[in-house]
């Protein structure tokens, strides 16, 4: 029988990656559709992508898709090839990692999940196979400008902060499994309204989408490939920008400007701000939003007692930590202070995108 899992150690595939010479494209993509077997399906990936010298991460579940792979570029056309030859997947939208050095994988993970997306959804008679319509950009701009259109942003707070829709509904809570009852609760009166879902990718939406069809609304549609897709499509096709402010994006600098308003403020001073930072004190690291002037006045921190504690030298600090840990733990159950920081985020958002749930054992 072939061999359908990596045997080889992870320093020496990491070597193996840094001695290519090939340039990589990073691509992204997704689908919701069912399938029958995710475990033979995902032997069958195994077999035909590990030759193309695929790497990344692709979950599949009876629900659908989610990858994040890398390939030599010169594969990339066999790659789409042979993604294109299944049914469900002809013509997908691949979306092609615009500054990325193609470093980020060195082996290829293929996993059969319950989920593609954690959703919590525990009913059993809830299915992708009804999901909202698509909206483009053209079609979104039209739909915003009647006035039955409600607009609900399914992202997380900090992300709604610093851009949105105009006039887009937020759903208060940390998570997409209670976003989602949630959202239903929230419009329960507003079943006939045309109902348009977006998040940052598209993945998240096209679920909720699903999920408000699914407790009787009626006209219910997301937005195809997200707002990173939309701000795409505005530039190419100049049309005005219905999101204002920033998309929150995971790279290093955690959000792409959309439109120049600043939507969000300083949390320490108030003034129109909306630059996300991890306070400096090693022992906080709260992400929080600061202008330029605080940034200088606090050294980067959230408050005068980080900065305090920052600016002791490193080893005072480094005892300071120790002693303190179960302070920092008591003080962490206040609200504002859950806020993850910035590399917590963006490990929740890989999970998110390509992992399905942490509770599902590896
Ligand atoms: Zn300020
Ligand atoms: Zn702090």
């Not at 003080?331 to 859950?338: E, I, M, P």
Request: proline share 3%; with cysteine; hydrophobic share 35%.
């Amino acid at each position: 029988m072939a061999l359908l899992h990596n045997r080889v150690s992870q320093k020496e595939l990491k070597e193996r990656l840094y001695q290519e010479t090939e340039a990589r494209t990073t691509i992204s993509f997704y689908c919701y559709h069912p399938i029958q077997n995710p475990q033979e399906f995902r032997d069958e990936l195994y077999k035909r992508l590990h030759p193309l010298k695929v790497y990344g991460r692709i979950y599949v579940a009876k629900e659908g898709i989610n990858a994040q792979v890398s390939v030599p570029s010169s594969n990339f056309e066999a790659l789409k090839f042979f993604l294109y030859s299944y049914n469900f997947l002809n013509e997908i939208r691949l979306n092609v990692a615009v500054d990325d050095d193609g470093k980020s994988f060195w082996v290829l993970k293929i996993k059969a999940r319950e989920k593609i997306v954690a959703d919590g959804i525990e009913d059993p008679t809830f299915s992708m196979a009804n999901k909202g319509r698509y909206v483009n950009a053209q079609q979104m701009n039209k739909l915003l400008k009647n006035p039955d259109t409600i607009v609900v942003d399914m992202r997380n707070h900090y992300e709604y902060e610093v851009g949105h829709f105009e006039k887009a509904m937020e759903v208060p809570s940390d998570t997409f499994r209670e976003q989602l009852p949630m959202a239903v609760e929230m419009l329960k009166d507003k079943k006939d309204k045309n109902i348009i879902m977006y998040c940052t990718g598209g993945i998240r939406c096209e679920k909720a989408s699903a999920y408000m069809l699914h407790h009787g609304f009626n006209n219910v549609f997301h937005l195809e490939g997200g707002i990173i897709n939309y701000a795409q499509q505005i530039q190419q096709e100049g049309l005005e920008s219905k999101f204002k402010g920033k998309n929150f994006v995971f790279d290093d600098r955690l959000g792409e400007r959309i439109t120049e308003d600043i939507i969000a403020l300083c949390h320490q001073c108030g003034k129109a701000a909306d630059i996300h930072t991890n306070c400096k004190n090693d022992a906080c690291h709260l992400l929080f939003i600061q202008c330029e002037e605080c940034a200088k006045k606090y050294d980067s921190c959230c408050s005068v007692e980080c900065q305090t504690v920052y600016q002791l030298p490193l080893e005072e600090q480094k005892k300071l930590r120790e002693g303190k840990q179960k302070g920092i733990m008591v003080f962490n159950k206040s609200r504002s202070r859950l806020r993850p920081t910035i590399e917590e985020i963006q490990e929740m958002r890989f999970a998110e995108r390509v992992e399905c749930n942490n509770k599902i054992s590896q």
